[in-house]
């Protein structure tokens, strides 16, 4: 089945330990990017990777880390986290990036 | 700080009728835009995307594109209580098909 795969689905942690969210697809995807959506504020693009090793700055990249050393996986690092960190996170990829995004299944995160 | 504006709703139409929702953007060299569908909890599923003015229909769902008004609309016909969901906009910056920025939806009810 072709799908976005995120873990872990939830997770609780405290300020300033360091965390990393995997992210991997199955469909041979170029692009791949992560978002957080918060109440009232809609989803917000954090980081986006067009290809291995090529990775860019969404709206809200403060905070976070990406790496895409493989086409398959794009993790996203929390190096020190906040409680404003506090979100649901989504990992989506797609073939061309200009036809749309496939969605993994978020992972809410809670930093006290 | 480009935006992309949706009516939070609820909107509620009963089941058969033609739901109509809006969206508007602020980045008026926005190319291309998106529609997703996000049930409570679950993550964001690609209705249809647009790049050109007019209409591009898929099945019940009708994408509207008006560059000159900045405006963009999504019409179901035959809504379905399985229709109730929330609508979210998204519009990629002027020359950058993979940044996206994303309205905070509009919440559909389709009552039986």
Redesign the interface.
């Known amino acids: 089945e072709a799908q976005v795969t995120q873990n872990p689905r939830y997770l609780i942690t405290v300020t300033g330990k360091k965390l990393t969210v995997t992210c991997s697809q199955n469909m041979n995807h170029e692009y791949m990017s992560w978002y957080r959506q918060d109440p009232g504020l809609g989803l917000r693009q954090i980081y986006y990777s067009m290809n291995v090793e090529v990775t860019d700055k969404g709206d809200v990249p403060e905070g976070y880390k990406v790496s895409r050393k493989e086409k398959r996986n794009f993790p996203l690092i929390l190096e020190s986290p906040s409680p404003n960190q506090t979100s649901l996170y989504f990992c989506a990829s797609s073939v061309t990036g200009g036809n749309g995004y496939t969605f993994g299944s978020g992972t809410r995160l809670t930093v006290v | 700080q480009k935006e ?1 504006e949706q009516n939070s709703g609820p909107l509620s139409v009963p089941e058969g009728a033609i739901a109509s929702l809006n969206c508007t953007y602020s980045d008026r060299g926005s190319q ?1 835009f ?1 529609w ?1 569908r996000q049930y409570s909890g ?5 209705i ?2 647009i ?1 050109s003015n007019g209409d591009k229909e898929d099945g019940r769902f009708t994408a509207q594109l008006n560059k000159a008004s900045q405006y963009v609309s999504l019409l179901i016909r035959d809504s379905q209580p399985s229709d109730s969901a929330t609508y ?1 906009c ?1 519009a ?1 910056e002027r020359d950058n ?9 509009t919440k559909l009810n389709v009552k039986p």
């Open positions: 992309v291309s998106f997703y679950k993550s964001p599923e690609l249809m995307f790049y979210l998204a990629s098909f993979n940044k996206f920025y994303f309205g905070s939806g």
